[in-house]
């Protein structure tokens, strides 16, 4: 596969959060019953008589999914039992934001969530609620948390790990040495078998919506960016509407070590930088890096830009429902062979509320992809020249045949915009996609090494 650099138009960008008053487009959202049918799959899938979704506010995605509520500034537990209990139990603030949830909910308070110095003495104890609602002597419970041990990382992979262990102890002591109690955190994160794994039309078309404003505020960071501003200044021009994030937006230049992950500062760029932003909004992700240059720089795209690119298009190419991670692990080391380059961690993985759900991308990985998936294309090349950034992340969705015929029924807006995604890169950027890949992202895969010149893009040679 040959890379050159082509003049393709840049695509249009889309902030759908700013409202055309003529044309308002409504929000996508997933519809009440489907908030039924996660938690009714939930404790079918448990098969015991309680499972316990712990959140907080850095951890909040499993119980988001499961009924739309994310803690604020709280730690939260959604109980779910056998015969049909559902009770969710938050602090103090968690109270006034109750309405959110869609669907019914029995609600207690428990001050021990509420933060330090507030009234904490007037509400039962997490015991005495877990208690109250029928938690007991000889039951089985599945504790899920923000991730899980695989077999290789300790004695008792199935015992809860990623949860405070005052949860933990409290479970503990009130199912008793009869109870039984294990990790179901897989039940939901699994990268094959998770029921988040998989998405429904409606689920899709809110992440596409989220997509389509994380593009065009990281394009319009990169258009915008010029030598002499500040990161800080650059950064503005992302455009925020106060969407919730997947991540802290970064915004890194220097000529010297660069760390990729921080915040933007008040450092001044200049012409010559590396340069990266990247940003992510629920069900999202967009991240571009490059040079600051009006010029390609030749050596630049040859030793890094070109094989990079290969890479991206390998990784789209490659990506089909029935592919094993394996499979998909594989075709990228291979594009990657020659270059001195490798991924710094997964090839791509899931994607939802958080950045990242887990992966079945991995070098022996038999999980397949699969319908519903959505994919985070994130392939970070290491090790880089001090002062070289190069990266292109973008969000897609799976669809099988009959979710694809859903989408186009339900959500003709998104199908017709994933269907000129597919165009362009097939007509301009030479990539080849499998019929059931769709682009989230406007501008999916469109990556200019050199922002100065951000119409000059990679693309695969028609010579290849």
């Known amino acids: 596969m040959k890379i050159n650099l082509k003049q393709i138009p840049m695509p249009e960008f889309q902030f759908p959060v700013v409202p055309d008053l003529a044309r308002p487009e409504v929000i996508p959202s997933v519809p009440a019953e489907e908030y039924e049918r996660r938690l009714s799959a939930l404790i079918a899938a448990a098969g015991c008589d309680w499972v316990l979704v712990y959140a907080d ?38 109270m006034g934001y109750i309405p959110i949830v869609p669907v019914p909910v029995d609600v207690e308070l428990c001050q021990t969530f509420s933060l330090n110095s507030q009234p904490r003495t007037t509400a039962p104890s997490l015991k005495a609620v ?16 923000w991730k899980y041990l695989e077999v290789y990382e300790g004695d008792t992979p199935n015992a809860p790990a990623f949860v405070p262990a005052f949860f933990v102890d409290v479970v503990r002591g009130l199912i008793g040495p009869s109870g039984k109690m294990s990790d179901g955190t897989a039940l939901l994160m699994h990268p094959e078998n998770g029921l988040r794994s998989l998405n429904s039309a409606d689920q899709i078309a809110a992440f596409e919506w989220a997509a389509r404003s994380a593009s065009a505020a990281v394009f319009n960071i990169l258009r915008g960016t010029r030598p002499g501003m500040s990161e800080m200044q650059a950064i503005q021009l992302m455009r925020y509407a106060g969407q919730p994030m997947t991540m802290h937006p970064i915004f890194v230049s220097g000529k010297g070590e660069i760390n990729g992950l921080r915040s933007a500062s008040n450092k001044i760029i200049e012409y010559g930088d590396g340069v990266s932003t990247g940003l992510g909004y629920w069900g999202s992700l967009s991240c571009r890096a490059g040079m600051m240059l009006g010029q390609p720089d030749e050596s630049f795209f040859n030793q890094i830009a070109a094989p990079y690119f290969k890479v991206v298009a390998t990784w789209h190419q490659t990506m089909r429902i029935g592919a094993t991670g394996r499979d998909v692990f594989q075709a990228v080391m291979g594009a990657f062979e020659g270059s001195g380059m490798h991924p710094a961690l997964n090839p791509g993985h899931l994607t939802s509320y958080e950045e990242w759900i887990s992966s079945p991308i991995r070098p ?45 029924a339900r ?34 895969a469109y990556l200019p090494p050199f922002w100065l010149a951000n119409e000059l893009v990679c693309a695969v040679s028609e010579e290849s």
């Not at 877990?130 to 948390?145: D, P």
């Not at 097939?426 to 059931?436: H, K, Q, W």
Request: negative net charge; contains cysteine.
């Open 411 to 444: 959500h003709p807006g998104l199908w017709a915009r994933a269907q000129g995604r597919r165009q362009l890169m097939s007509e301009a950027l030479g990539i080849t996609l499998a019929e059931e890949l769709l682009p989230l992202t406007d501008g999916t």
């Open 57 to 94: 506010r850095e951890h909040y995605a499993n119980l988001t999914w499961l009924v739309n509520f994310d803690p604020r500034f709280e730690e939260a537990l959604l109980a779910l039992g056998r015969s049909g209990q559902r009770t969710l139990i938050v602090g103090n603030e968690g």
């Open 130 to 145: 877990l208690a109250k609602i029928g938690l007991g002597a000889g039951q089985s419970v599945n504790l899920v948390g």
């Open 364 to 408: 022996d990985s038999n999980e397949k992809v699969r319908s519903g998936m959505v994919f985070q294309s994130d392939i970070i090349p290491t090790p880089l020249k001090a002062g070289w950034l190069m990266n292109c992340e973008d969000t897609v969705a799976l669809a099988d045949a009959s979710l694809r015929a859903e989408l186009k």
